[in-house]
């Protein structure tokens, strides 16, 4: 039962241009929702969280929508440049007992970015 | 500040034989949780230690197990290792709860 999801395994978008990828999660518990960038060989790194109080957070070149009625969010990246081509997750948290909180991750877009 | 630290980065192991990954986390964070990342699966959550106490855990068997110390450093542990249990095991820590949770490098295990 895969509660978060991105269906688009790859992209492809030219250096320059605006990168949308997407994310869909099932579980209508999830309150918090955050973006990983990840590269060979290394962890994943934070990049941008939304809490489901807001629709919208913005960071530099990094935007994060989400339509709570839809289940659905999405990280813009305006301008793609080459060293953001990486695989991004998507992950999504609820509060589970007393304060503890596991992040349930989506399986990842690898992002290319062509020069 | 130091990032988080798992060791060791590469490891291979036999089939059966049981393994120990380590990881100290951000200074100052207490909770530290695991992930494995394979190819087929991606990101499954292990258990997050927050305190020295497992606070939430993950849908693996109990050949995974884990702890962690008084200065938050934690480990994790896997016995009887099968060939499936190959994977990127990642750590991850943060302050207080497990919403930005920053990650180490990761432990690749591989066994044959």
């Known amino acids: 039962d895969q509660q978060v999801k991105q269906n688009s395994p790859s992209l492809s978008v030219q250096e320059g241009r605006i990168s949308i990828l997407n994310c869909d999660y099932t579980n209508s518990m999830f309150d918090y929702f955050l973006w990983y960038k990840k590269y060979p060989a290394e962890g994943p790194t934070f990049l941008i969280s939304?809490?489901?109080?807001?629709d919208k957070n913005e960071d530099g070149r990094f935007t994060v929508f989400l339509n709570k009625s839809a289940k659905h969010l999405s990280l813009h990246i305006v301008p793609s440049q080459p060293g953001d081509s990486a695989v991004y997750f998507c992950a999504a948290s609820a509060r589970a007992s007393g304060s503890a909180r596991q992040l349930t991750f989506g399986s990842g877009t690898q992002l290319t970015v062509l020069p | 500040k130091a990032g988080v630290t798992q060791t060791p980065r590469y490891l291979i192991k036999t089939r059966g034989q049981q393994v120990t990954l380590s990881c100290s986390p951000i200074s100052g964070h207490r909770s530290v949780s695991w992930y494995q990342q394979t190819p087929g699966q991606g990101l499954q959550f292990l258990f997050e230690?927050?305190?020295?106490?497992?606070?939430n855990k993950g849908n693996f068997p109990g050949r995974f197990s884990g702890r962690q110390f008084s200065n938050s450093r934690s480990e994790m542990n896997v016995s009887t290792l099968e060939l499936g249990d190959s994977a990127l095991y990642l750590c991850?820590?943060?302050?207080?709860?497990?919403?930005?949770?920053?990650f180490g490098q990761g432990t690749r295990l591989t066994v044959v």
């Open positions: 939304i809490s489901s109080i807001k």
């Open positions: 991850a820590s943060s302050f207080a709860s497990n919403t930005e949770a920053f």
């Open positions: 230690y927050f305190s020295e106490t497992q606070r």
